[in-house]
């Protein structure tokens, strides 16, 4: 079994690997919670991995179980050795066999950027698999400010002498977003996407999902993705935005309202990509989320 370290005063979860049908070991920590409701499944942005939801498992384990894997190529997750793999649809795929061997017919969705792609694959895919969601400063429509941002970075084999180095460039490569975290706030950010590697620290994911990314340059805009979102069909829906985002704007966000008959937005102030769901503002709202795949009320 993976050696995932269990954090001081939080909540234990069970450390797990399943192998996916291409020959992948691909990791994901299942926290425990009641089987009479929906799980929890976590789906992390393009560079990040299960870590980013300590916290978010920390505040909903026991009520819910909480799933979150790795994709592959990130954290305690396998590397493929075929790049050109590293795309939503194969983590979609990896999603619903992992899904199939724990034997879950529905969750509730919460996916982070990449993860939000995921989730309307899935639901494309397989619509009955969608109990609920949460899309996290993610939509059909990708501003094409925030891609360019993230390709100016993502695939670069950095390394960093000490975390606090770490800590100050991924401050910078978030534009500082949100403004109030402390130099503490990015060092725990930086732990979540980092390991140490020998006398360094280094990202905690394979350089070469970049390759696939940056090869769609901005082709990605041309692909339709509503009709993806649209799949989502009725199940109740978050919609998290970071007031200051640049991958989701607030008109694309008002449109996936409209267009959705039980989607609630919710903006979390000074936060740029991506809300970290920690936020009183985040916190409020999926606990209204998850309120509505209990009982079945309606946002409106």
């Not at 990449?114 to 969608?130: C, N, S």
């Not at 534009?175 to 620290?201: F, Y």
């Amino acid at each position: 079994m993976p050696n995932d370290s269990q954090p001081a005063g939080g909540k234990p979860w069970q450390a797990s690997t399943f192998t996916s049908r291409d020959g992948l070991k691909l990791y994901y920590r299942d926290y425990a919670g009641p089987s009479d409701r929906p799980p929890i499944l976590c789906l992390s942005g393009l560079t990040r991995n299960s870590r980013d939801f300590e916290a978010f498992a920390d505040h909903y384990a026991g009520r819910f179980r909480v799933i979150a894997p790795d994709f592959r190529g990130r954290g305690m997750s396998e590397r493929d050795p075929q790049p050109a793999r590293y795309l939503p649809t194969t983590y979609a795929a990896d999603v619903l066999q992992l899904l199939d061997e724990i034997e879950i017919e529905r969750a509730i969705f919460v996916g982070t950027s990449l993860g939000g792609l995921v989730t309307m694959l899935i639901a494309a895919m397989q619509p009955q698999r969608i109990a609920a969601t949460v899309l996290n400063d993610v939509g059909p429509e990708l501003d094409q400010r925030g891609l360019d941002r993230i390709r100016s970075y993502v695939g670069k084999p950095v390394r960093f002498a000490d975390w606090d180095e770490a800590a100050d460039y991924i401050a910078g490569v978030n534009r500082g977003l949100p403004a109030s975290n402390s130099h503490a706030d990015w060092l725990r950010a930086a732990r979540r996407v980092g390991i140490e590697d020998g006398d360094g620290v280094v990202f905690d994911y394979d350089m070469a999902i970049s390759e696939p990314f940056n090869q769609r340059n901005d082709g990605a805009a041309t692909f339709d993705m509503w009709p993806l979102y649209r799949a989502l069909g009725r199940a109740p829906l978050l919609i998290l935005r970071g007031e200051l985002s640049d991958l989701l704007s607030a008109e694309t966000a008002q449109r996936m309202v409209a267009e959705h008959p039980d989607a609630e937005l919710a903006t979390v102030p000074g936060v740029g990509h991506a809300p970290e769901l920690n936020e009183p503002e985040a916190v409020a709202a999926i606990d209204r989320l998850l309120e509505r795949a209990v009982t079945g009320d309606s946002a409106g």
